[in-house]
């Protein structure tokens, strides 16, 4: 239950559509639910304006399935993600919840309302489009239509300047990539937009499994560029739905 779904049940009881007991009953279960393996929390979207998603490793088939059943039970809940599943939780999940749509490792349920806000995710190499594709369809889950830049790293750096427009025009950006990581700060001083970096764990030995991109990212002198985790396309996407939820916030 997120904040607009909340007003409208209270607005439901006051106009006397929903009885005060059957909003009880919505409410008891809004903190969490426990399912004995774990406590599905239905009041994130409410404080963080996204849902808790299922992040697949370490949990059974049937888990995932269960996860993804009680999260969805919620019917003004926002999108449901089960996130780096394999092929048995994702079928597992998709057979005991039709409607979903798999995107890769992720999949999507009861995906958000269309947004306007401009996010362009920057894909350095081929090699990085696994955690773009993951964080692309975060952000699609959320309502955003991100426009994908794909193998425009900077050993031809001509590649990036043909699309200097969709950068200048964006409301955020995500650069991923891997090797020595450059292409963030080149982007971080290109845009105005909050740029959220991806290091990946792309490149040779002494790109350290993403440890190098990682620590560069993380020294750029391009200021304000926030980083995340190695091969975290999820957490980008993420961040930038906070970013920008809170300037619809805001300004809405």
Known sequence: MDEASLRHLLD????????????????????FADLGFARVDHHRALRQGMAEAVYGPGKTAQQCAAIVAELLSEPDGG???????????????????????????????RPARPRTERVVVVAAGTADLPV???????LSAHGFAPHRLVDVGVAGVHRLLAEADAVAAAHA??????MEGALASLVGGLSAAP???????????????GVTALLAM???????????????????????????????????
Request: aromatic letters at 2%; glycine letters at 14%; hydrophobic letters at 45%.
């Open 79 to 109: 999108p449901v993600l089960l996130t780096r599943a394999d092929d048995e939780q994702a079928a597992a999940s998709l057979a005991g919840n039709p409607g979903g749509q798999r995107h890769g490792t992720t999949v999507v349920w």
């Open 12 to 31: 439901d009881v006051r106009g006397g559509a929903v009885s005060a007991d059957d909003a009880v009953a919505r409410l008891r279960r809004l903190p």
């Open 195 to 209: 740029v959220v970096a991806v290091p990946t764990s792309v490149g040779y030995g002494a790109s350290l499994e």
């Open 218 to 252: 993380l020294a750029s002198c391009a200021a304000g560029l926030t980083v995340v985790g190695i091969d975290n396309g999820y957490g980008a996407g993420c961040a930038v739905v906070r970013i920008l939820g809170v300037g619809a916030r805001l300004h809405g």
């Open 173 to 178: 950006i995500v650069v991923v990539a891997g």
């Open 132 to 138: 773009a594709d993951e964080c692309v369809t975060t």
